[in-house]
């Protein structure tokens, strides 16, 4: 473990989230250097190229959308006459996936979190009929149900699954009270219409995830929604408060709305980049322990303070260094791990898992000796480190060599303090979770060993203030010593599950598990 050193990790560092690589957007020469800086450090450290054709790359094909700020437009239909309203100061769009115009007119009706549990006793659908008709829906899910199930229930894919079998025809978000305190308005629109979507195409050259039935979708600032709602029984605040007790409120709102959106479509790729140190153990070696981190960021954006590269050094250089990191720890070892380490770094998690999602669905080794999942993405390493939150550890049977490989490095292993975040969901673990893969995703706890230092405030802070924002940069301070136990307890992770007789297995009776295990 001695040769993780801190100089190495500031290397990475200033390279990857200096203003030379633009901010790393997926597809744009800035990530394309990134991506070799990442292959030449790995093939440095003795990593073996492990991409498509002998390389150390695997092309993701992406269709990229930019869309038609002019062209997207929300019209009001109520008895007393249409309203248009406003780009950014009262909606954003992302554009639709695949086809350049969309237009749709529809009655719309609020189903509080567009959640169908039935195993949870809850459901936004009972009793109201959505076929052909624009959803209006809060993001998230219910605050009383388990995190597993809460983050399950909170992914847009998992809505949007159930809004088509349903038959809505489109859908517009609306913010609750926990998300408008998260982040404000101004943040969350702060690039709309800047910074272009994409999705990434199968073999057959379809997008993934595109589901036509929904003709168009939208954000709507909540300053005007309570205009939508005022033609309905129920106001928008009582909407608020029914989504902050968990308890379904769905009905029709007595209006119409007409979605309308225009939007440029091009194809591109971005690479994954893919190493791989060979396990030791004949027997074992087939089966690989994947690390994984994200290397792409924002890229360039709407100026703040004067500065519109938005460097992502949390978000995600700091992983990728850490990854790194970990390859070369790895190879310094007298003997190669059992297993097989392979590493990824993926493209597109910004834009929505991308890489990873495609990395997961055609890897470049047997899919089914992929065993586990290490993530490693913006660990927030702003203060000497009490503990660290291991999400996932708690499905599978990760949980004893996390927590061996956590205290061995002095740290305690807490709870979620934060599961309105659902961040199980939000980064590219979870592109591995869907295929059945158990994997963990270590994030700093909020507890510092200084009691003069509040942890929480700090992680709290940098979300606020820097988290997509071009101050995500060099100057952000790191607490040294934490960064280097962190980098050894990812590690030290890799080495508890290479050396296991058996592969880690989904508890019995795991949500997870269940939803998307490939047998045990």
């Known amino acids: 473990m ?19 690589l633009q901010g790393r957007m997926s597809g744009e020469p800035g990530y394309d250097a990134a991506a070799k800086y990442v292959a030449e450090q790995l093939a440095a450290v003795g990593v073996e190229p492990a991409g498509l054709f002998g390389g150390w790359f695997q092309d993701v094909p992406l269709l990229r959308r930019q ?4 062209g997207a437009s929300i019209t009001v239909h109520t008895d007393r006459g249409d309203a248009g309203l406003r780009w950014k100061d009262d909606f954003t769009m992302g554009g639709d996936q695949v086809r350049d115009e969309t237009t ?18 809850y459901s936004d659908y009972d009793g109201v009929d959505v076929k052909g008709k624009i959803v209006a829906i809060f993001g998230g899910a219910p605050a009383s149900f388990p995190h597993n199930e809460r983050a399950y229930y909170s992914s847009g894919r998992t809505k949007r699954d159930l809004m088509v079998e349903r038959g809505a025809v489109g859908y517009i978000y609306m913010r609750s009270r926990s998300d408008q305190q998260r982040r404000s308005w101004d943040v969350v629109t702060l690039n709309a219409g800047v910074t272009a ?18 003709e168009g979708s939208a954000l709507v600032n909540e300053a005007v929604a309570p205009d939508i709602f005022a033609p309905s029984p129920i106001s928008f605040e009582q909407a ?94 007298p003997r190669a791990p059992a297993r097989s380490i392979l590493l990824v770094a993926v493209t597109g998690e910004e834009r929505g898992l991308l890489g990873s999602d495609y990395f997961a669905q055609y890897p470049t080794v047997r899919a089914e000796g992929m065993i586990a999942n290490i ?9 000497p480190l009490a503990d660290i939150i291991a999400f996932g550890a708690q499905h599978s049977t990760l949980d004893v060599p996390i927590a061996r ?18 961040l199980f969901i939000r980064s590219d673990q979870y592109s591995f979770v869907r295929q059945g893969v158990p994997a963990v995703f270590l994030v700093p706890g909020f507890t510092s060993t200084d009691p003069d230092i509040n942890g929480g405030a700090l992680f709290q802070g940098h979300l606020k203030t820097h988290y997509h924002r071009p101050s995500d940069d060099l100057s952000r301070p790191v607490d040294w010593p934490s960064a280097l136990r962190f980098a050894r307890a990812n ?6 599950i290479a050396k296991d007789m058996k592969p880690p297995r989904w508890h019995e009776g795991d949500f997870f598990g269940e939803k998307f295990s490939r047998g045990q």
Do not use: C
């Not at 749709?104 to 006793?121: Q, S």
């Not at 993530?375 to 203060?383: A, F, K, R, T, V």
């Open 2 to 20: 001695d040769s993780i050193e801190r100089g190495n990790l500031e290397k990475h560092l200033n390279y990857l989230a200096s203003d030379e």
């Open 67 to 70: 869309i038609d700020v002019d």
């Open 104 to 121: 749709v007119r529809a009655e719309v009706v609020y189903a509080g979190f567009g959640v169908h549990a039935p195993e949870l006793g």
């Open 197 to 214: 979507g994409m999705s990434w195409k199968n073999l057959q050259g379809e997008v993934a995830d595109h589901h036509h039935q929904l």
């Open 240 to 333: 608020l408060d029914a989504a902050e007790a968990g308890r379904p409120a769905s009905q029709p709102l007595g209006v119409e709305m007409t979605l309308t959106q225009k939007s440029e479509h091009t194809d591109i790729t971005s690479p994954n980049v893919v190493g791989v140190i060979r396990g030791s153990d004949p027997e074992l070696a087939d089966e690989y322990i994947v690390y994984t981190a994200h290397l792409d960021h924002i890229g360039v954006g709407t100026p703040v303070d004067g500065d519109a590269i938005y460097n992502g050094f949390y978000d995600n250089a700091m992983g990728v260094a850490l990854m790194i990191e970990a390859a070369r720890a790895f190879k310094a070892m």
């Open 375 to 383: 993530n490693l993405d913006m660990p927030l390493l702003l203060y």
């Open 405 to 422: 490989a956590v205290e061995a490095e002095g740290f305690a292993l807490t709870p979620d303090p934060i599961p309105e975040e659902v």
């Open 491 to 496: 590690v030290r992770i890799g080495l508890e």
